[in-house]
């Protein structure tokens, strides 16, 4: 079965401070994976998505990801946290044509300490 | 553009009790998603639609309904309200299946079944 795993329930940095946000996924074929935030009482915004080409994938805000397939992981980085940065963030898997839907992690609450 | 709106933001229901979640885009897309989001956990899907007069079952469709007649509205009907269906329901929509990654979220309802 799909699935997208968070391990970390919250992850703590201090302003300035590299962050990463970590998500390892379990799909067959080809995964296509996605972060996004949610700020307080907001709904989902997109911030980066893999499909192929470099592993290295920039998005929003200054954020990347770097999609590793021997590790099945797709860990969120910025290399400089900003207290804004403070949200909830949602790892997300789909494999395209297949079930055709997206199955989100947990979620994982970044606090970014002044 | 408003994007993706839902009305209430907030609702407290009766056990038995019936209502329906409104959900409106302008951005004329054609894939419609209904999520709910409960506390330490990712979203799960209820219902989506490819289109208007088409719509399918998510992960957990029991308890819930949906029609699409327009391309704008995705309604959800709760019909007999239960505590267990208290969540965050989130609205969401994409331009169609290549782009489905990209949704855009609306602001959530917050539903309390007492």
């Known amino acids: 079965a799909q699935s997208v795993a968070q391990p970390e329930d919250q992850v703590k940095v201090a302003e300035g401070n590299p962050l990463t946000v970590k998500c390892t996924y379990s799909?067959?074929?080809?995964?296509?994976l996605f972060w996004y935030v949610q700020y307080p009482n907001r709904g989902l915004q997109f911030l980066l998505k893999?499909?192929?080409?470099?592993?290295l994938v920039k998005g929003s805000y200054g954020f990347e990801a770097e999609f590793n397939k021997s590790q099945t992981s797709f860990h969120l980085k910025k290399p400089s946290a900003l207290v804004s940065d403070s949200a909830l963030y949602f790892c997300a898997v789909r494999v395209p044509n297949r079930d055709d839907k997206i199955i989100f992690g947990k979620g994982t609450r970044l606090h970014i300490l002044p | 553009n408003a994007g993706v709106t839902q009305t209430p933001k907030f609702r407290i229901l009766k056990i038995g009790q019936s209502m329906t979640l409104q959900c409106t885009q302008d951005?004329?897309?054609?894939?419609m998603y209904w999520y709910r989001q409960d506390p330490g956990m990712g979203l799960k899907l209820i219902y989506y639609s490819v289109g208007a007069g088409i719509t399918d079952k998510g992960e957990v469709p029991n308890g819930y309904n949906v029609s699409r007649s327009t391309t704008e509205d995705f309604p959800l009907r709760l019909e007999l309200a239960a505590p267990s269906q208290t969540s965050v329901y989130f609205c969401a929509s994409s331009r169609d299946r290549v782009s489905q990654e990209t949704q855009y979220f609306g602001p959530g309802t917050r539903l309390l079944v007492l």
């Open positions: 893999y499909i192929t080409g470099d592993n």
């Open positions: 951005m004329n897309h054609n894939y």
């Open positions: 799909v067959s074929g080809n995964p296509y």
